[in-house]
């Protein structure tokens, strides 16, 4: 099983980016699915979740109407859709299944 995620990026406050999480091995459209991430000197907190019978997402708060998760079964890839970045969004974001963690992708907002 292999979870790899691109798109990241280095961006200014207040650009947006799409990142993506394509699986191998692993059928994205049987499981639960999320985005974390892991700022400099931060622990690493869910960000964005997506149930796996109803697609319905979950959000922490800070990212709430600014990012959207979604997934597309045909690609067996998942998607986190950023906008309105801050530097807080900093970090190091991951890719999550019950199969395993992606290698991450940086994201970077100045």
């Known amino acids: 099983v292999q979870l790899v995620e691109s798109g990241g990026d280095s961006v200014q406050a207040g650009g947006c980016l799409r990142l993506?999480?394509?699986?191998?091995?692993?059928?994205?459209?049987?499981?639960?699915m999320a985005w974390f991430r892991q700022g400099p000197g931060k622990e690493r907190e869910g960000v964005a979740f997506i149930d796996g019978f109803d697609d319905s997402p979950t959000y922490v708060d800070s990212v709430k109407g600014r990012f959207t998760i979604s997934r597309d079964n045909a690609k067996n890839t998942v998607y986190l859709q950023m906008n309105s970045l801050n530097s807080e969004d900093t970090a190091l974001y991951y890719c999550w299944s019950r199969a395993g963690w992606g290698q991450g992708t940086q994201v970077t907002v100045s």
């Open positions: 993506s999480c394509t699986a191998s091995g692993y059928s994205v459209s049987t499981g639960y």
